[in-house]
């Protein structure tokens, strides 16, 4: 489908490589911010993952005004409310965010509440209502997945209404992403896997989706090259420093890419998924991809044989005759799991999970025809169609 007009925007720093984190001090000075208020959680403390980045400030007039380390897995209103409480009391000027995807998103949200001022983030919520730029925000990501560190989009949960509340403003992004091996190298196997196939599956929808575009799509095929070529090296040799940058990368890359080009209905009945069982989104993604990709082939399968190249290498590609190159990169994505579920026990099927019964598959379909991202997908689905593809990964 030629698409006569796009939009892509990024203004997001990228500083990456082997000596990234020690970058920070200076980036911050750039800004006019002295005084960094740091959100993560216990688990990247309890891995000293903050030590090289206090290293980074001891020589320099920029400082940590506060580390504010209580972020739960799934961010909720009354942490968002505690941290601005706390960069308030303590003078700061500028975020930095050291965590997966609850903190970054923690932390746009703190950078909401203490750039406008008050308590009251639900007036913000929704699309497009933040007035004007916020204060000086950095993200350190400590997995390779989300991507969220190009996006502008956060979700905190309401947990009184037991409701997750969405964000989604230009001035959410981070005014830079530091991608550092140093971050990423103490992350379990099961959860490089995990981490890894959610940011192949951003790659793999921005590619595909509606909205995709040639810019999007440059970063969408380079992603899915460094996942390829570098995820099971990794899971085999977790301290392999260059692995792991080249992770931290595609994931950006991704992030880059699906914020630009949206994604279609493996989010759709992954966000639906995560809602009814509770999984981890990376998970979720997993699970669905070769299922969604075979759904949409028959509408666009000269896109999906694309991505044999990118996933499978110079020498498949060739030796693949056109017209059996989607059928091709699909199976490529199908032994792909196959071999991280016999290398981390990641499942490949709802019932692999132990987490959901076939009776709840009704209602992951009814609320994946809801999800927004449905409105991407290159095919129409009707609830059916959600609910065939469910069995198939059942």
């Not at 950095?138 to 964000?167: L, R, Y």
């Not at 005759?321 to 032994?335: G, M, V």
Request: proline content about 6%; glycine content about 6%; aromatic content about 6%.
């Amino acid at each position: 489908m030629a698409k006569p007009y796009y939009e892509f925007f990024c203004p997001v720093k990228v500083i990456a490589g082997h000596a990234a984190l020690e970058h920070i001090p200076f980036e911050l000075a750039t800004l006019g911010a002295k005084k960094a208020f740091i959100i993560t959680d216990k688990g990247v403390r309890a891995n000293k993952l903050l030590e090289p980045i206090e290293a980074a400030f001891g020589s320099t007039d920029t400082v940590i005004g506060y580390i504010f380390d209580d972020v739960p897995p799934d961010s909720s209103l009354q942490t968002v409310r505690r941290a601005a409480e706390l960069y308030r009391e303590h003078g700061c000027d500028a975020i930095i965010a050291i965590g997966g995807g609850s903190v970054i998103d923690t932390s746009k949200a703190t950078n909401i509440l203490v750039s406008e001022g008050g308590d009251d983030l639900l007036k913000y919520s929704g699309a497009h209502n933040l007035p004007k730029p916020l204060k000086p925000f950095f993200v350190i990501p400590t997995t390779s997945g989300t991507g969220s560190e190009a996006t502008m989009v956060a979700v905190v949960s309401d947990t009184e209404k037991n409701v997750k509340m969405a964000f989604a403003s230009n001035y959410l992004m981070p005014h830079a992403a530091i991608l550092d091996p140093r971050m990423t190298l103490t992350l379990p196997a099961h959860l490089t896997a995990m981490t890894g196939m959610d940011a192949l599956t951003h790659c793999v929808e921005a590619y595909t989706c509606l909205a995709a575009n040639p810019i999007s799509d440059a970063y969408a095929s380079a992603g899915i090259k460094k996942i390829s070529e570098h995820l099971f090296q990794v899971i085999e040799n977790p301290n392999d420093a260059q692995g792991r940058l080249e992770l931290a990368q595609a994931s950006t890359m991704a992030g880059i890419a699906f914020s630009n080009s949206m994604v279609g209905l493996v989010h759709s009945l992954g966000h639906a998924l995560g809602a009814v069982a509770h999984l981890p989104h990376g998970l979720c993604m997993n699970l669905f991809l070769p299922y969604v990709l075979e759904y949409n082939k028959d509408v666009n399968g000269p896109k999906i044989a694309d991505l044999l190249l990118p996933l499978a290498g110079a020498d498949i590609y060739a030796q693949t005759p056109a017209n059996q190159r989607a059928d091709k990169a699909i199976s490529t994505i199908l032994a792909m799991r196959d071999r991280l579920f016999s290398m981390t026990k990641l499942p490949r099927t709802l019932r692999e999970t132990g987490k959901i019964s076939e009776a709840q598959l009704d209602e992951v379909a009814e609320k994946a025809l809801n999800d927004g991202s449905i409105i991407y997908n290159p095919k129409e689905a009707s609830l059916a169609d959600l609910k065939a593809i469910l069995k198939k990964a059942w």
